[in-house]
């Protein structure tokens, strides 16, 4: 037998035995991370412990001894008192959940009154019983994934209520107003000793055939653009085009879309059209990339996107992006032959919270140019009163102006029970043509009216009727 055996036996016998003569047991009960201070009257000769892993018992003084938690578990402490036996002590460690007793607290305060339950070890966590919503549920896994990796969310919720359908009344008023006036002149003059002529390129001047000293009387003058006023004085050879012109534009939008759509989900809308512009891409063809034009479409006109959710108080939260959009073909930009317009645009978008029936409007969209060009022939263009025949000059006035009115309503489909509205109809369709040989009618109720003689007759079976309310 080894020497270590014969070692490892005598421990347990003298353990043994001195369990034998010891007397009843003290239970010490304590959690991990714990200790408890134990004092005696005389002085402690020797310490046993059975298992150190789970506890360890430090001498602090001859008659005080502190027993520090570990690990949970059971364990046996020996200690020996000067002149007297053994006391034993039973020592029970258990796992500290007071960390795991504050989060489950947690959870079952944010049930918001539903039976909630959580158990797990490690990185998982489980959470089973019942909420009264989705969101609840929703809460409470994202708080258990705050503390562990995995969360399996047991919990059951009821089905949640229809969602309820928002319809949106919008009007768009948009009113643009251009003014333009002009002013210019083209002096000239053709005789047989003096060929002239002053202008100031503004507006296009008469244009002269091809001089010949040799017959002067054979010169003419071609116009392209006789403005608005012309004049000539034959015995003085003298003429003059006149650039004298007012123009007023006005232009009026006005769009009432109405739309239904569900809560949270976006809607559109777009009255207007869509215009090609090309597109240049590269595609690659062996070792060179060779460019390729395709044509795309974008939309202009008017144009509405709105998401709406509704809060818990009942309000309507609205995201609403209008734009009203026309084409601007004065800022074009011609490529390889290809004319492309620019859009003239008025965008706006906000978030605004509304109760059900409530109107809010988005004003102060407002444009306004002017463009002014003036030429002048220098030194005659400064001559008092007779420099304004030397002058040209054009004005251009705009002014773009955009009003949004947005109201949103909480609306409910028609039971089949109810009947939907059409519109009244201006004019009756045309009766069908009679019986002219009186044939007996199979209907019980009394026979048609007849259709007068100067009264218009639709022959054949009618291909839509009034449907009767």
């Known amino acids: 037998m080894k020497i270590a055996d014969k070692l490892l036996w005598a421990a347990v016998l003298a353990v043994s035995s001195s369990l034998a003569q010891t007397g009843p047991a003290r239970n010490i009960s304590l959690v991990e991370g714990r200790g408890e201070l134990l004092q005696f009257q005389r002085d402690v000769q020797k310490v046993a412990l059975a298992e150190p892993k789970i506890a360890d018992a430090v001498v602090l003084s001859p008659r005080e001894v502190m027993v520090n938690a570990k690990t949970p578990g059971h364990t046996t402490l020996l200690i020996w008192e000067t002149g007297s036996e053994p006391a034993r002590y039973e020592i029970e460690v258990a796992k500290d959940n007071s960390d795991w007793d504050s989060f489950r607290k947690l959870i079952e305060d944010n049930a ?12 998982t966590i489980v959470l089973a019983g019942s909420v009264k919503s989705a969101d609840d549920s929703k809460r409470l896994a994202g708080l258990a994934q705050t503390r562990a990796k995995t969360v399996i969310n ?58 010949s000293s040799a017959t002067p009387d054979t010169n003419t003058v071609n116009f392209s653009d006789l403005l608005n006023l012309f004049a ?133 969209l407002i444009d306004q140019q002017v463009v002014e060009t003036m030429d002048k022939v220098p030194g005659l263009g400064d001559i008092p009163i007779l420099g304004k025949l030397f002058r040209s000059r054009s004005t251009q006035k705009s002014n773009d102006e955009l009003l949004v009115v947005i109201t949103p309503h909480l609306v409910r489909p028609l039971s089949p029970e109810e009947k939907a509205k059409l519109p009244d109809m201006p004019a009756a369709f045309l009766p069908a043509v009679p019986d002219q040989k009186g044939k007996p009618s199979k209907s019980k109720g009394p026979p048609p009216p007849a259709t007068p003689a100067n009264q218009p007759e639709f022959v054949g079976p009618r291909g839509q009727q009034i449907p009767q309310q």
């Open 154 to 211: 047991l919990l059951k919720a009821p089905p949640p209520p229809e969602p309820r359908q928002i319809l949106l009344q919008v009007k768009f008023a948009a009113v643009d107003r251009t003014a333009l006036t002009q002013v210019g002149f083209n002096l000239f003059s053709l005789n047989g000793k003096m060929i002239g002529g002053t202008g100031t390129e503004q507006f296009t001047p008469p244009r002269f055939t091809a001089l």
């Open 232 to 364: 000539f004085r034959p015995d003085l050879n003298i003429g003059a085009t006149i650039k004298a012109l007012q123009e007023h534009d006005l232009l009026q939008i006005l769009a009432e879309p109405n739309l239904i759509c569900e809560e949270g989900k976006d809607a559109s809308f777009l009255a207007g059209g869509s215009f090609p512009f090309p597109t240049i891409t590269t595609t690659p063809t062996g070792g060179a990339t060779a460019p390729v034009i395709t044509v795309q479409f974008k939309p202009y006109g008017v144009k509405l996107d709105f998401t709406p959710t509704i809060t818990a108080q009942g309000g309507i939260n609205l995201k609403v992006a209008p734009e009203v959009s026309s084409l601007d073909f004065t800022n074009a930009v011609t490529l390889q032959g290809f004319t492309i317009p620019s859009l003239a645009q008025r965008r706006a978008e906000t978030e605004v919270l509304l109760k059900d029936g409530e109107s809010f409007a988005i004003a102060g």
């Open 112 to 123: 918001n009154g539903g039976a909630v339950t959580v158990t797990g070890s490690g990185d």
